[in-house]
Nanobody, 119 residues
Framework: QVQLQESGPGLVKPSQTLVLTCTVS??????????WTWIRQPLGQGPEWIGR???????RYNPSLKSRTSISRDTGKNQFTLHLNSVTPEDTAVYYC???????????WGQGTPVTVSS
């Protein structure tokens, strides 16, 4: 059973960088044919795909966030990390990490972590 757990600050000031880490257990982030993704959902809105890092460390980002987003990984800790620069209150949301298969289905999710951007 694969489990994912997000961690990071619940409150970030405007213009700062949001850093969230997803720790994976029960499966390796280097296992073939999986993508490790970040998704967020602002209150009262639909989910927004932020980006992903593949089993081979290739990355792809939402074009609307690409200039501010970076996803990296630590294979020794079986973690992947989101960096979102220059945050504004519009980045306030619940942030989720998830595993995505090659058919683009999301099969395992973290519980989500709320992030508020406010001074």
């Amino acid at each position: 059973q694969v489990q994912l757990q997000e961690s990071g600050p619940g409150l970030v000031k405007p213009s700062q960088t949001l850093v969230l880490t997803c720790t994976v257990s029960g499966g390796s982030i280097t296992a073939n044919n999986y993508y490790w993704t970040w998704i967020r959902q602002p209150l009262g809105q639909g989910p927004e795909w932020i980006g992903r890092i593949s089993y081979s460390s290739n990355t792809r980002y939402n074009p609307s966030l690409k200039s501010r987003t970076s996803i990296s990984r630590d294979t020794g800790k079986n973690q992947f990390t989101l960096h979102l620069n220059s945050v504004t209150p519009e980045d306030t949301a619940v942030y989720y990490c998830a595993r995505q298969g090659m058919a683009y289905e999301f099969d395992y999710w973290g519980q989500g972590t709320p992030v508020t951007v406010s001074s």
